[in-house]
């Protein structure tokens, strides 16, 4: 089956810096590629998705790359916010399995 | 148009005992999934259900089952409750199974003592 893994584990960053999180995964065949946020005690929420025949999207401070041949895929947040902290998990699926596997998740701390 | 809701939001068990969870999927969506969410861990695929019937399920052994009603409208039933199925219990639903965007409920937060 796929395995995401997802690094680091904990991200501290300053007020107005970027976060950069990376997820890398296993099975060739995935072709979708969810962000979520999850804030402490709330609902997994879609931030950004991205799709295999997508090299990179964004929406606002939000950027997700995706590089197929080396199976990875990585979250750049610029600006960022003390709102911004959170857990942030990647995840992938594939056409025809409509499971989401998803990284272990990063939790982000952005210091005022 | 609702969200994905679920219930109840907190529970405690007792190990070998049964529980049931439910989840109410946003309108027009027809594709429920559950997941589970071990503390500081990615959420776990459970199975999925579209129209009914069980489309989809992942590495969890047959106590754990389901059912999806005619409004779509979701249960998740654990049987012998172990006390490492403690964790948070997240449902996502999808307009059909041919989309990939899942809509997650605000989960419910299992603990078995």
């Known amino acids: 089956g796929e395995n995401v893994e997802q690094h680091p584990s904990t991200l501290s960053v300053q007020e107005g810096d970027s976060a950069v999180i990376k997820c890398t995964y296993s099975?060739?065949?995935?072709?979708?590629f969810p962000w979520y946020k999850q804030e402490l005690g709330k609902r997994p929420q879609l931030i950004i998705d991205?799709?295999?025949?997508?090299g990179e999207k964004k929406d606002q401070r939000i950027a997700v790359t995706l590089n197929k041949t080396a199976k990875h895929f990585s979250l750049h947040i610029t600006e960022t916010q003390p709102e911004d902290s959170a857990v942030y998990f990647c995840?992938?699926?594939?056409?025809?399995?409509?499971?989401?596997?998803f990284g272990a998740g990063t939790t982000v701390t952005v210091r005022a | 148009e609702t969200g994905v809701t679920q219930s109840p939001t907190h529970l405690i068990k007792t190990r070998g005992q049964q529980v049931t969870l439910r989840c109410s999927s946003q309108?027009?969506?027809?594709?429920v999934s559950w997941y589970q969410q071990a503390l500081g861990q990615g959420p776990q695929f459970i199975f999925q259900?579209?129209?009914?019937?069980?489309?989809g399920r992942g590495n969890f052994p047959p106590r754990f089952s389901g059912l999806q009603f005619p409004n779509y409208s979701s249960e998740l039933n654990v049987n012998a409750l172990e006390l490492d199925d403690s964790a948070l219990y997240l449902c996502?639903?999808?307009?059909?199974?041919?989309?990939?965007?899942?809509?997650f409920g605000q989960g419910t937060r299992l603990t078995v003592v």
């Open positions: 995840a992938a699926s594939k056409l025809g399995d409509y499971k989401l596997s």
């Open positions: 996502a639903s999808r307009v059909g199974p041919m989309n990939t965007e899942a809509f």
């Open positions: 099975d060739s065949a995935s072709n979708y």
């Open positions: 991205i799709r295999s025949n997508v």
């Open positions: 259900y579209y129209r009914e019937e069980e489309n």
């Open positions: 309108s027009g969506h027809n594709t």
